[in-house]
């Protein structure tokens, strides 16, 4: 209840302050907003970019691209619609450096594979208990998915202790938390279609 | 399961490692409900915690600046119109350069068609002038040589011209001037009148020739005078041998080429060359006739024209007789016999000084049959 309070909160803090920017275009006020998040955009520059100097100086520029466009559109979601422009931003940049083509390929397939805001249906289960469904459906990932997953989600463990106890990297814990999440997706939404037909 | 918001702060203490491993799962679980909070959390993996947090208060101090700096926002549409303006003047620019690229050359064609109007108009001048000038000159007839013309020129000895002697020095040239004109005088002659009417009038010229003709009959008597002033006059002497020179002298101001109506006063300094006395210039003709042996012409009857002429030396002495028109070497023998044993003449003067000048003279001799 407390997380719902605070959400609609800073949410109705956000909405004020990207009102009152794009009513009187004071840039204090788009700095007080951008500063929320500024963490988050040098983090995706820093994964896109994989350069600090060049990170600062994009999220300088993402600023400057946000006094221009945000008086052309109404924003709902001022947090969305930063985190679009940051990564259109990036993979911009990424294209005007021919030698890191294939670096741009990788972050895109990446993009495609991860990107998702919906929440996953391991994510909205709480409490341990899994469905039978979903059960089965982790059974049939392979090992180090499966392991990463059980680990994560029911032994509620971190990154770095599943990257200790499996002798993994971090990355790759991440890594196959994710592609098992996908999997686990996908065969429920099979599972689901089975039991409706 | 609602996401909690995670902020700065949370990213910080999940990357100091102070978090308990449980907050830590709570993190990592709710960063993967969020692409943007994932994708910047693989972001900010590859930093230490010092590096994070010395970049993103740098990143803040910098946002600070651009945000309390004033900015001029400036329109979209003035950049269109900024780029409007550029090409208008660009457009002007080359417009008045190319008008007044196009004002010089016309200039430049105006004035050199007008500086070769001025220099034709200076080449007719000239050619005008050039006109004038020889009009200006002595000119008593087609017959007349221009080697017999008065002048201070060296005159070249030409193979044509009976007794011409070479090598004429005059000291200066003498101009007959237009301005002068001398009366007319008229006179006939008649064979079966005994007396002659004619004038004797001083004539006054400026021009190296005066011409004189006779419209009546024909018959045209010529003096060319030496110098300025020259005399001319006109007198018929009867001749026993019936040898008869007639002479009619008028002068027409219209045919004469160097008509002038008043002797000019800036003549007075130079004066032509005479006989000495008692012979005098308008009697030459008449001396001549009466002192021509005619036993010795008797092999040319009729009328005859003798165009002759002579040079006056500054000492008086006669020489370089040139006959121009002549029946034969016996005239110009007579002629120059007579004219010699006259004696010298008193020679022609320029500002009161001597020169050498040329007398040219037209007679006519009549030469009865016997």
Same mark, same amino acid.
């Given at each position: 209840?407390?997380?719902?309070?605070?959400?609609?909160?800073?949410?109705?803090?956000?909405?004020?302050?990207?009102?009152?920017?794009?009513?009187?275009? /004071?840039?204090?006020?788009?700095?007080?907003?951008?500063? $929320?998040?500024?963490?988050?955009?040098?983090?995706?520059?820093?994964?896109?970019?994989?350069?600090?100097?060049?990170?600062?100086?994009?999220?300088?520029?993402?600023?400057?691209?946000? $006094?221009?466009?945000?008086?052309?559109?109404?924003?709902?979601?001022?947090?969305?619609?930063?985190?679009?422009?940051?990564?259109?931003? +990036?993979?911009?940049?990424?294209?005007?450096?021919?030698?890191?083509?294939?670096? =741009?390929?990788?972050?895109?397939?990446?993009?495609?594979? %991860?990107?998702?805001?919906?929440?996953?249906?391991?994510?909205?289960?709480?409490?341990?208990?899994?469905?039978?469904?979903?059960?089965? +459906?982790?059974?049939?990932?392979?090992? %180090?998915? #499966?392991?990463?997953?059980?680990?994560?989600?029911?032994?509620?463990?971190?990154?770095?202790?599943?990257?200790?106890?499996?002798?993994?990297?971090?990355?790759?814990?991440?890594?196959?938390?994710?592609?098992?999440?996908? /999997?686990?997706?996908?065969?429920?939404?099979?599972?689901?279609?089975?039991?409706?037909? | 399961?609602?996401?909690?918001?995670?902020?700065?702060?949370?990213?910080?203490?999940?990357?100091?490692?102070?978090?308990?491993?449980?907050?830590?799962?709570?993190?990592?679980?709710?960063?993967?409900?969020?692409?943007?909070?994932?994708?910047?959390?693989?972001?900010?993996?590859?930093?230490?915690?010092?590096?994070?947090? #010395?970049?993103?208060?740098? =990143?803040?101090?910098?946002?600070?600046?651009?945000?309390?700096?004033?900015?001029?926002?400036?329109?979209?549409?003035?950049?269109?119109?900024?780029? !409007?303006?550029? =090409? !208008?003047?660009?457009?002007?620019?080359?417009?008045?350069?190319?008008?007044?690229?196009?004002?010089?050359?016309?200039?430049?064609? #105006?004035?050199?068609?007008?500086?070769?109007?001025?220099?034709?108009?200076?080449?007719?001048?000239?050619?005008?002038?050039?006109?004038?000038?020889?009009?200006?000159?002595t000119d008593t007839s087609?017959?007349m040589?221009?080697?017999?013309?008065?002048?201070?020129?060296?005159?070249?000895?030409? %193979?044509?011209?009976?007794?011409?002697?070479?090598?004429?020095?005059?000291?200066?040239?003498?101009?007959l001037?237009?301005?002068e004109v001398y009366?007319?005088e008229? !006179?006939?002659?008649?064979?079966?009148?005994?007396?002659?009417?004619?004038?004797? %009038?001083?004539l006054s010229l400026n021009e190296q020739e005066i011409i004189f003709e006779?419209?009546?009959?024909?018959?045209?008597v010529s003096l060319a005078m030496q110098?300025k002033?020259a005399e001319v006059?006109s007198?018929?002497?009867?001749?026993?041998?019936?040898?008869?020179?007639?002479?009619?002298l008028?002068e027409n101001p219209?045919e004469t080429a160097f008509a002038n109506?008043?002797?000019?006063?800036?003549?007075?300094?130079?004066?032509?060359?005479?006989?000495?006395?008692?012979?005098?210039?308008?009697?030459?003709?008449?001396?001549? /006739?009466?002192?021509?042996?005619?036993?010795?012409?008797?092999?040319?009857?009729?009328?005859?024209? $003798?165009?002759?002429?002579?040079?006056?030396?500054?000492?008086?002495?006669?020489?370089?007789?040139?006959?121009?028109?002549?029946?034969?070497?016996?005239?110009?023998?007579?002629?120059?016999?007579?004219?010699?044993?006259?004696?010298?003449?008193?020679?022609?003067?320029?500002?009161?000084?001597?020169?050498?000048?040329? !007398?040219e003279?037209t007679?006519?001799?009549?030469?009865?049959? #016997?």
């Amino acid at each position: 209840m407390e997380d719902i309070f605070s959400k609609n909160k800073s949410e109705k803090e956000e909405s004020e302050l990207l009102q009152q920017f794009q009513s009187t275009g /004071n840039l204090e006020i788009l700095g007080e907003l951008y500063n $929320i998040y500024i963490h988050l955009v040098y983090g995706v520059c820093l994964k896109y970019l994989n350069n600090r100097d060049e990170s600062k100086d994009a999220v300088s520029k993402i600023f400057e691209i946000l $006094i221009i466009e945000i008086p052309k559109f109404e924003i709902q979601n001022f947090k969305s619609w930063l985190y679009v422009v940051t990564k259109n931003y +990036c993979l911009m940049e990424i294209r005007k450096k021919k030698t890191e083509k294939k670096h =741009l390929q990788v972050y895109t397939e990446e993009i495609f594979m %991860e990107s998702s805001e919906i929440l996953h249906p391991i994510d909205e289960v709480p409490e341990s208990n899994l469905a039978e469904e979903l059960k089965n +459906c982790i059974e049939k990932l392979k090992q %180090e998915q #499966q392991e990463c997953i059980i680990m994560f989600y029911y032994d509620k463990k971190c990154y770095k202790e599943i990257s200790d106890k499996l002798k993994i990297e971090q990355s790759k814990v991440k890594s196959y938390i994710q592609n098992g999440k996908r /999997n686990l997706k996908i065969c429920l939404e099979l599972t689901t279609s089975g039991i409706e037909n | 399961m609602f996401k909690r918001k995670l902020t700065y702060k949370d990213f910080k203490q999940y990357f100091s490692n102070n978090l308990p491993k449980k907050d830590k799962h709570a993190f990592e679980k709710n960063i993967m409900q969020d692409a943007f909070e994932e994708e910047a959390f693989d972001g900010l993996s590859k930093l230490s915690e010092n590096e994070l947090e #010395q970049d993103i208060i740098d =990143l803040k101090s910098t946002i600070n600046q651009k945000t309390n700096k004033p900015r001029r926002i400036i329109p979209v549409w003035y950049r269109y119109a900024a780029s !409007v303006i550029i =090409l !208008v003047g660009v457009g002007l620019s080359i417009f008045f350069l190319n008008s007044r690229f196009w004002q010089n050359s016309m200039l430049k064609e #105006q004035v050199s068609e007008e500086m070769e109007i001025m220099d034709s108009m200076l080449l007719d001048a000239e050619i005008e002038f050039e006109k004038v000038d020889a009009r200006s000159r002595t000119d008593t007839s087609e017959k007349m040589p221009t080697e017999l013309i008065a002048d201070n020129r060296e005159i070249e000895p030409k %193979e044509e011209i009976i007794g011409a002697v070479d090598n004429i020095e005059i000291e200066d040239e003498i101009i007959l001037d237009n301005s002068e004109v001398y009366t007319e005088e008229v !006179v006939e002659s008649d064979n079966e009148n005994a007396l002659n009417e004619f004038e004797e %009038e001083e004539l006054s010229l400026n021009e190296q020739e005066i011409i004189f003709e006779d419209i009546a009959e024909g018959e045209k008597v010529s003096l060319a005078m030496q110098g300025k002033n020259a005399e001319v006059t006109s007198q018929k002497s009867s001749q026993p041998l019936s040898a008869q020179s007639k002479k009619r002298l008028y002068e027409n101001p219209e045919e004469t080429a160097f008509a002038n109506d008043k002797p000019d006063e800036s003549e007075i300094l130079k004066s032509e060359a005479k006989p000495s006395s008692p012979i005098e210039k308008a009697n030459l003709e008449k001396y001549i /006739n009466e002192k021509l042996d005619h036993s010795k012409l008797t092999d040319f009857p009729g009328n005859h024209t $003798i165009k002759f002429s002579f040079a006056v030396e500054t000492s008086g002495e006669l020489s370089n007789f040139n006959f121009t028109q002549s029946p034969g070497m016996a005239f110009n023998n007579e002629i120059i016999r007579v004219i010699t044993e006259a004696g010298n003449w008193i020679p022609a003067t320029d500002k009161n000084q001597s020169i050498n000048s040329t !007398v040219e003279f037209t007679l006519e001799i009549e030469v009865l049959e #016997q």
